[in-house]
């Protein structure tokens, strides 16, 4: 099964696409893992190894309070979400 996921502001379009998903899913005798569910970004989620969590958040207060640093983590996130967009079938 391939993993899937999908953001919106709109919790109950996201009900609305994850029973269609489920129903969709179903019809083709297969299973939807038992992890699957909505969940609130502002908690951090665990995507295909990669972990997200407030990162803006975070580098706004980083800037506030040392600008070198959020210099050096603004480079450091660009470097890792450049990594985690790498095509490996090229």
Do not use: C, P
């Not at 040392?66 to 210099?71: A, N, P, S």
């Amino acid at each position: 099964m391939d993993d899937l996921l999908i953001l919106d502001y709109d919790l109950e379009k996201l009900k609305r696409y994850f029973k269609l998903i489920i129903e969709k899913i179903n019809n083709e005798d297969l299973e939807v893992n038992k992890k699957s569910n909505i969940y609130k970004l502002s908690n951090g989620f665990t995507f295909l190894g990669y972990t997200f969590y407030r990162i803006k958040r975070y580098l706004k207060k980083l800037y506030k309070e040392d600008k070198d640093k959020y210099k050096r983590s603004v480079a450091s996130y660009k470097g890792y979400f450049m990594i985690s967009n790498y095509n490996r079938n090229k």
